[in-house]
């Protein structure tokens, strides 16, 4: 791209540029450039090809012809590079550099040249290392980082596009935005941390030289003190030319500082924890850039065909019901501890939206939590968006809590949760008054405008049987004026029902029809969390299929809006025994063992359908292993979940050779049990990845599940714990 790169200054990040640039072919000759003193430094880039040729104190043959010249120089020498560069300035030429500070460089170019040239094209690549000299350069120290062009308004737009595409080319990521921006950016999230760390140090190691403190000291002082090990030179530099804007963070610091220490002093622990708890979530909210790689991350599934399952287990908590406690126990008034919490992306996306929203939620560990109640009144506006990842449950039921609060929100999801039909819940929110925008075509991200005090009750019934929709608008309802009614058109789960009467909240129930209002606090009461049945379905399905296998699933919770697959497998002729049944916190809950049989094809009962809702992935994988034929009708809300869970099982179990014809509400599958091998996809849908891989206990070759990785978001032990009970999987990361 490039035919001549002059590099002036080629320590480690002049060193790097040079490594990436011509690994990446973006540079065809690369010339070194410095002073007496740095000539060992650039022989040494020489002898290890870094550069081709270099000039020592001869900047007219150095930047002779060169197209580009980019000043890897400390900030504070930049003036006087440019005052070099001066007399052999060349207009072909494009200038950019690599200063930690901005409005500094394009100041010193101001200065020498009276304005700002055309050709100088400020940079800032947010990589580095402590280590110094070309020895240390890396060919990979820009990949996945951020580098920012800070352009003057009269910069040439061809020479910034060039910059542009030089730093893409080895895989940075490149913003433009002006240089005071950047300076106040990168004042608080890179000056001021160097300024507190090299502080910190400062103090205890003159404590150390007395009482040997550093001894003792471990990861936690390691990871803080990090950035104290840079170069001390170069940040004098930095923090002078950028002084302005570091002054008043200093002062915030300070005010912080001050905060904490009144804190403390006063025994006002709830406000530390508060403090603790915010900058907590805050951190997250800053780690969760770098998830997305990481969730994009791919996980493959190769399972071995055969195997039995046998043992006992208990599969993590109801995901249902795990939102459903972090958003009541948020808005009940006292403290509520919850036990058998599902934690699990979806889950925990609930939990962060509530901490964003200034609860206090302590944990979780081991499924425990406890929430700080703040009363139906009590949740403060989120300061960012709320990001739901994949969970349509939160999605769904916070758009009708969040319609009628005192503050706006904004809420978004990820790819698959942002095709998802949001209407069902923005329409007859709209008849309560409620004001929500979404895509034109219905989708999130949901932008709520909050109706405090002016929704009003509806009398709502359902077009289609939707638990979520139901929720939502219960949740409305309780901050409307007069009645809420929804019915629904076949029975629902009806977890939020129950868990709003276990926090006192009236909630009245006459056949199909629920009604709320206004009238009526919560008051926090603890919450045990049984077993997710719709997790154990995986394992009554696996140990009905594979010959030999006897499980026992414990603590699973049988509500009967969510039996349903109980039933059918039953009506198929699985053994499955209910156990033990007791009740737990207005919840029912039993053991369930299941044993192989042979199971045979049915006609599924229309009025299970939704009570086995999320099911029949895996008991497609059930029809396709009976004898005779298994007809599903009347499940057309199976296409517009996490996947289009018709086409996708019909896809897979086609190209494992089991004849399954989709229809538009349903499938047609004749089973026999000759499931083949094949790779198969689950689209990023975790029941139909979880689906597939129980298939390989009857599968007469090898089965690969490709994008499984939102497994994570339902049921993160399934890998292992599948593992443990029988099924031969291998969980491959790339
Ligand atoms: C859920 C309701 C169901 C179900 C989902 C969880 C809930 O969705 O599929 O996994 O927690 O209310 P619909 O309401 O769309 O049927």
């Keep these: 791209m490039f035919n001549k790169l002059c590099i002036i200054g080629v320590g480690l990040i002049g060193g790097s540029v040079a490594k990436a640039a011509r690994a990446n072919g973006l540079a065809h000759h690369i010339v070194g450039y ?80 009276g304005d700002i040239p055309d050709n100088v094209v400020a940079a800032h690549p947010i990589a580095g290392a402590e280590q110094s000299g070309v020895e240390a350069a890396l060919v990979d120290l820009f990949i996945h980082k951020r580098l920012i062009i800070t352009p003057a308004s009269h910069t040439n737009a061809e020479a910034v596009q060039k910059i542009k595409q030089f730093w893409q080319g080895f895989g940075a990521l490149v913003s433009v935005m002006d240089a005071q921006h950047h300076d106040s950016i990168l004042a608080a999230t890179s000056h001021l941390p160097h300024i507190l760390a090299f502080a910190l140090v400062d103090m205890l190691g003159h404590k150390d030289e007395k009482t040997e403190i550093f001894k003792y000291a471990a990861g936690g002082f390691r990871d803080f ?8 030179t170069m940040w004098k530099d930095i923090c002078a030319a950028n002084k302005q804007e570091i002054l008043p963070l200093i002062e915030q610091l300070r005010a912080e500082l001050a905060k904490i220490h009144g804190l403390l002093a006063n025994d006002d622990y709830q406000q530390l924890f508060s403090t603790f708890a915010y900058a907590n979530s805050a951190r997250q909210r800053f780690l969760n850039q770098f998830e997305v790689p990481i969730m994009s991350k791919s996980i493959t599934f190769h399972i071995q065909n055969g195997g039995k399952l046998q043992g006992e287990a208990r599969v993590p908590g109801d995901k249902s019901m795990s939102h459903r406690s972090i958003m009541l126990g948020s808005l009940a008034e006292g403290v509520t501890h919850v036990k058998g919490f599902l934690e699990a992306e979806d889950a925990l996306a609930t939990l962060q939206a509530f901490r964003d929203m200034s609860v206090e939620i302590e944990d979780p560990v081991n499924g425990e939590l406890t929430i700080h109640g703040v009363g139906k009144h009590g949740l403060k506006a989120p300061k960012n968006d709320l990001y739901l990842g994949n969970s349509g449950t939160s999605m769904r039921l916070l758009s009708g809590l ?52 002016q ?64 009238d009526g606090k919560l008051t926090a009461a603890d919450i045990d969390v049984p077993s997710d049945i719709s997790s154990a379905a995986f394992f009554l399905v696996g140990a009905s299929i594979a010959e030999g ?31 033990n049944e007791r009740e737990v916190g207005g919840e029912p809950v039993a053991d ?21 809702i999320d099911e029949f992935p895996v ?18 809300e199976l296409r517009v979940k996490e996947s289009d869970r018709i086409q996708v099982m019909a896809d897979g179990l086609q190209i494992l050779g089991v004849d399954a014809v989709p229809t538009e509400d349903g499938m047609i599958i004749q089973g026999g049990g000759n499931i083949g091998g094949g790779t198969v996809t689950s689209h990023g849908d975790h029941r139909i990845a979880m689906a597939f891989s129980i298939a390989g206990l009857r599968a007469s070759a090898p089965i690969t599940v490709l994008d499984c990785a939102n497994v994570n978001t339902s049921f993160p032990e399934f890998k292992d714990l599948v593992k443990r009970l029988g099924l031969d999987l291998v969980c491959e990361e790339s």
């Excluded at 009967?560 to 002729?573: A, H, K, S």
């Design 619 to 636: 008991l497609f994988v059930a029809a396709a292993c009976a004898e005779g034929q298994t007809r599903l009708s009347g499940a057309e």
């Design 592 to 612: 369930l063992r299941v044993r192989s049989s042979q199971l045979k094809g049915i006609d599924i009962p229309e009025h299970l359908v939704p009570l086995a």
């Design 455 to 518: 929704l009003n009750g509806i009398d709502y019934v359902m077009p289609m049987a939707s638990a979520q929709v139901k929720s939502c608008l219960i949740l409305a309802g309780m901050y409307a004026q007069g009645a809420t009614s929804v019915t629904e058109p076949a029975p629902t789960r009806d977890h939020t029902e129950r868990m709003l009467a276990g926090f006192s909240y009236p909630v009245k129930q006459e056949g199909s029809k629920v009604t709320v209002t206004a």
């Design 225 to 232: 003190t990090r950035i104290a090990s840079s170069d001390p």
């Design 402 to 453: 969040l319609a009628g609060q005192p503050f706006n929100s904004v809420l978004t999801g990820d790819k698959s949760l942002s095709g998802r039909p949001m209407k069902r819940v923005t329409e007859p929110l709209a008849l309560m008054g409620a004001d929500i925008k979404t895509t034109e075509k219905g989708t999130a991200p949901l932008y709520i405008t909050g109706k405090a005090g």
């Design 34 to 113: 410095g002073r007496e003193q740095d000539v060992v430094n650039l022989q040494t880039a020489k002898q290890l090809g870094v550069i081709d040729e270099f000039y020592i104190d001869d900047i007219k043959h150095a930047v002779q012809n060169a197209d580009c010249v980019l000043i890897a120089t400390p900030v504070a020498s930049i003036e006087a590079i440019f005052q070099q560069l001066k007399p052999v300035w060349s207009a072909d030429t494009i200038y950019t550099d690599v200063g930690s500070t901005k409005v500094s460089v394009l100041a010193a170019a101001e200065r020498v040249f």
């Design 549 to 579: 296998s006897d499980l026992l699933l414990k603590h699973v919770g049988i509500n009967p809006t969510r039996t349903g697959v109980i039933d059918i497998l039953r009506l198929m002729g699985a053994n499955i025994e209910v156990l």
